[in-house]
């Protein structure tokens, strides 16, 4: 065998084994009811060193401000989220997109995170972590309807914060045409549950706030 076709072989190899991890990731995130004891454990391995789950690794190792998330890294966080989303799957109108935007909402933060004046800020993570789950996405899935849904949560997710505190980077009318609110609005209660010290009661009443300013009828808050 000449060295290109054992190259080549190799580069197959590594190809099925990246799809085939991709799609174990997706069956623990839909079937699990902790999908984080699957992530943290594969996330020890080799295979998390190369793109592109070297952009999940990286969440562990980018710290975030104690004031707003005492529990540690982005990665303790996501983790956090995604198994709070697991608690809420069943109610999303698409648990595939759902779960797949718990896990890559913050992977924007690594890229963007900055400590300023002992502050640490992770300004625009939003847009950021939809490129780039659009970057991680594209590498195992041509699926363009799912890829936009995903990346669509995850550009918006911060909206909740934005919209109720009636920030500057409040995106109503363009997150309105890009998700779904009913959807933003769970991966954002998910969000906002997953980390230390949590007050449920305040995080739910800003999600049912959230849903008010955007007009969505009231029937569909039984989520909450």
């Not at 809420?88 to 890229?111: C, T, Y």
């Not at 899935?141 to 890829?147: L, P, S, W």
């Not at 009913?182 to 999600?207: F, Q």
């Amino acid at each position: 065998m000449s060295l290109k076709d054992r190259n080549e072989k190799e580069i197959y190899r590594e190809e099925q084994c990246r799809e085939e991890q991709y799609r174990k990731i997706e069956s623990h995130l839909l079937l699990d009811d902790r999908p984080s004891e699957y992530l943290e454990k594969i996330g020890e391995t080799e295979e998390f060193n190369h793109f592109p789950f070297d952009l999940l690794k990286r969440m562990k190792q980018t710290k975030q401000s104690p004031k707003y998330h005492p529990e540690g890294s982005v990665w303790i966080h996501t983790m956090m989220v995604v198994d709070e989303a697991a608690k809420h799957r069943e109610q999303s109108k698409n648990p595939q997109v759902f779960m797949w935007a718990a896990l890559l909402h913050d992977i924007g933060k690594p890229s963007v995170t900055r400590s300023r004046n002992g502050k640490i800020t992770s300004y625009n993570h939003d847009r950021e972590g939809a490129e780039l789950a659009r970057e991680f996405l594209l590498v195992f899935t041509e699926d363009e309807a799912f890829i936009d849904a995903v990346c669509g949560l995850v550009r918006y997710h911060m909206q909740i914060l934005f919209v109720t505190k009636g920030t500057a980077r409040a995106q109503l009318k363009e997150m309105k045409r890009s998700v779904d609110i009913r959807e933003a609005a769970l991966l954002g209660l998910c969000d906002r549950l997953g980390r230390a010290g949590v007050d449920v009661e305040k995080e739910k009443e800003s999600v049912m706030a959230f849903l008010q300013l955007c007009g969505v009828p009231g029937k569909d808050f039984d989520f909450i």
